[in-house]
C-alpha cells in the first residue's frame, strides 16, 4: 500500500502561479504510475496529468495543455504538478492518485487508480 499526501494549494490571482507536492509513503514509489485529478464544486473529479513509472511518458488534459507541467522525483517518492497561467476555472480540490502497476504507460481513468490523497484546494481569483 502506498499513502499519498497532497501539499501546495492556496488562492492564487488569475495568471499567477503554484506548485503542488505529492509526497508518497513507502519504499516502492517508482512502481505507481500517477495522476493530478481535480473536483471543482459541484462537478466530477476530472483527470488533470499522469506521469508513468519512469517520469518519461506524460499526459494532459487539453485544457492544461501549455500550462501545468507534471514531473516526479522518484528518490524522493514525490510528484509535482507546477501550474502556470492559472484560470479562474482551475478552481477545484486537486487529488493525487497511484495505481500499482509493471506497465510503464500514462492511465486517465480515475477507476483504475486505487490510491487517492486527501487533496489540497487551489483558488484562482479573477
Known amino acids: 500500500q502506498v499513502q499519498l499526501v497532497e501539499s501546495g494549494g492556496g488562492l492564487v490571482q488569475a495568471g499567477g502561479s503554484l506548485r503542488l507536492s505529492c509526497a508518497a509513503s513507502?519504499?516502492?514509489?517508482?512502481?505507481?504510475?500517477m495522476a493530478w485529478f481535480r473536483q471543482g464544486p459541484g462537478k466530477e473529479r476530472d483527470f488533470v496529468a499522469g506521469i508513468a513509472l519512469s517520469g518519461v511518458r506524460t499526459y494532459y488534459t487539453d485544457s492544461v495543455k501549455g500550462r501545468f507541467i507534471i514531473s516526479r522525483d522518484n528518490a524522493k517518492n514525490t510528484m509535482y504538478l507546477q501550474m502556470n497561467s492559472l484560470k479562474p476555472e482551475d478552481t477545484a480540490d486537486y487529488y493525487c492518485a497511484a495505481d500499482r502497476s509493471y506497465s510503464n504507460s500514462v492511465l486517465t481513468t480515475k477507476e483504475g487508480y486505487d490510491y487517492w490523497g486527501q487533496g489540497t484546494q487551489v483558488t484562482v481569483s479573477s
Open positions: 513507502g519504499r516502492t514509489f517508482n512502481q505507481y504510475r
